[in-house]
């Protein structure tokens, strides 16, 4: 150890002889680590703290975690923003150029702003809450909540499906099953003429089934052409317009249809009425 002028400076010798400042201790009574001068403890050099030249460094590279003990623990930027604030017993805020974004609390997390993920998600619960509610507080008399399904393609085709959504459950041997599911097809992604159907489908006797398809210049109805009947109840008949799908036979007022059209009830028609026999 040495003095120089009012400080106290320590030295090491290195292999060649020479000597090499490691530690000083000032005026104020502050001690100094040189550049790559390095605190080190456990037997091991298992804890690290040093400046490089460019970077400072804790490094923990032994045994054990590295563990940081307080009531309460806060990391700012070098003008005392937050980046992190912990409470003990309570929430763990994370910031974001001084403005809160994240904090946990006994519920769950709550987030400021919007975010972004990568990969799918998954949210369970135990009971029948709701697992995911959209809610706009709004106030005009335009859109409201908007759930939007897209489909960022760098080659759009005919076919492509943008969008679905699924309806799972189980069956009896615990497998999870398709049993409906709403998906929209592009018919045509040429500009200024594109065309997109919008398809309902269910799982009928095993098979998944077109119910109705919205496509650009029809609504079908059936349309994987199954022995399915299609029935229109009013507030006074169940089979107010009925097709029958075994053998396409329509009823208007009748359930059971014996002919190409069979109405059970009076028929009134202002105009010409042909009957034609093929």
């Not at 106030?139 to 969008?163: K, Q």
């Not at 489908?201 to 650009?216: A, C, I, L, V």
């Not at 994987?224 to 009947?229: A, G, K, Q, T």
């Amino acid at each position: 150890a040495t003095l120089a002028g009012s400080r106290m400076e320590f030295s090491t010798t290195k292999a060649d002889g020479s000597l090499s400042r490691s530690l000083y201790i000032d005026d104020e009574q502050n001690a100094h680590l040189d550049d790559d001068n390095k605190l080190i403890f456990g037997t091991g050099s298992d804890l690290q703290i040093y400046h490089d030249g460019s970077n400072s460094y804790i490094s923990d590279v032994g045994t054990g975690d590295l563990l940081i003990q307080a009531t309460n623990i806060q990391l700012e930027d070098p003008d005392g923003n937050n980046y992190l604030r912990g409470v003990d017993g309570g929430s763990v805020k994370l910031y974001h150029d001084g403005s809160e974004r994240l904090a946990t609390s006994a519920a769950g997390i709550d987030i400021t702003g919007g975010f972004t993920a990568t990969d799918g998600s998954t949210i369970t619960t135990a009971d029948n809450t709701i697992q995911l509610e959209l809610i706009s507080t709004d106030a005009d008399n335009l859109s409201g909540s908007i759930l939007s399904l897209y489909r960022d393609s760098a080659s759009p085709a005919a076919d492509d499906n943008v969008g679905q959504i699924e309806f799972s459950g189980r069956n009896n041997i615990n497998q999870k099953i398709l049993y409906a599911d709403i998906q929209t097809v592009v018919e045509d992604v040429t500009d200024g003429t594109e065309d997109g159907t919008l398809k309902i489908r269910t799982m009928g006797d095993g098979g998944f089934r077109n119910r109705m398809d919205f496509g650009p210049t029809e609504i079908r109805v059936n349309a994987s052409s199954v022995d399915l009947d299609f029935r229109i109840q009013s507030d006074t008949k169940t089979h107010a317009f009925f097709v029958q799908g075994s053998d396409g036979f329509v009823g208007i007022g009748n359930a059971a249809p014996a002919t190409a059209l069979d109405v059970t009830g009076d028929i009134a028609a202002s105009g010409s009425v042909n009957v034609g026999n093929n």
